[in-house]
């Protein structure tokens, strides 16, 4: 069964220093997403590509966090610098081009990077 | 803007017993539903989704949940536990006129006991 790609799965740092969360989706999935889930909350959208081209980053705090999809297929997820309230858990997930109410609406998520910083 | 609350945190219950999870949404247009299953340290699996149609939805690991349109709920129920099935469990929704934007509840844990 394919599956969404993440690395690393645990990144430990201190505050201040720069980290990287990479993506692979599933192929052929048109639209990526980055979620970020805080401890005892649901996942918060942070970042939605359809392609190579940013849909939605209304909740991404562009002062310190950065995303990329380059070629429309990986991703990368930066923060710098690292404050100690994003520790948290940072999940991508992808799914077919995200058009109308079908089945391809669905994401399939990652198993996620487990960020703390000290 | 569209809104998921999920009032209990947590729910304990005795293995083989049924259980619920509630789930209720604000929102002023019609939605998309979905209800997803964390396990420790893991992504978020698909159980179910309601679209359209029948107001019964059946998932996977014997889920089922219903929509209520009048009640703005989606309950989601299994008739009986395992073990296993101890997780996060989280209600989603998106709105018919965003193809895109998912919005979580803040998760219910079921804790099955034996």
């Known amino acids: 069964e394919a599956e969404v790609a993440q690395s690393p799965r645990y990144k430990i740092t201190e505050k201040s220093q720069a980290v990287a969360f990479w993506c692979d989706p599933i192929s052929g999935h048109a639209t990526l997403y980055w979620y970020r889930q805080i401890l005892g909350q649901g996942p918060e959208l942070l970042v939605q590509?359809?392609?190579?081209?940013?849909?939605?980053d209304s909740q991404l705090p562009k002062d310190r966090f950065s995303a990329e999809r380059l070629k429309g297929v990986d991703s990368t997820l930066k923060i710098q610098p690292a404050e100690l309230g994003d520790s948290a858990m940072y999940l991508c997930a992808s799914s077919l081009r995200a058009t109308g109410p079908t089945g391809a609406n669905v994401l399939t998520f990652g198993a996620g990077s487990r960020l703390t910083v000290l | 803007a569209q809104s998921v609350t999920q009032l209990d945190s947590q729910v304990p219950v005795f293995e083989e017993a049924p259980v619920e999870l509630r789930c209720n949404y604000s929102?002023?247009?019609?939605?998309?539903l979905f209800w997803y299953v964390q396990y420790p340290n893991q992504g978020l699996q698909l159980l179910l989704k309601?679209?359209?149609?029948?107001?019964l939805v059946k998932g996977i690991n014997g889920f089922e949940a219903e929509f209520n349109k009048s009640q703005t709920s989606f309950h989601l129920r299994k008739p009986s536990v395992h073990i296993s099935d101890t997780a996060e469990y989280f209600c989603a929704v998106r709105e018919s006129d965003s193809s895109y934007k998912l919005i979580f509840g803040s998760g219910t844990r079921l804790l099955v006991r034996p």
């Open positions: 590509f359809q392609d190579e081209s940013v849909v939605d």
């Open positions: 309601y679209l359209s149609g029948s107001t």
């Open positions: 929102s002023s247009v019609s939605v998309y």
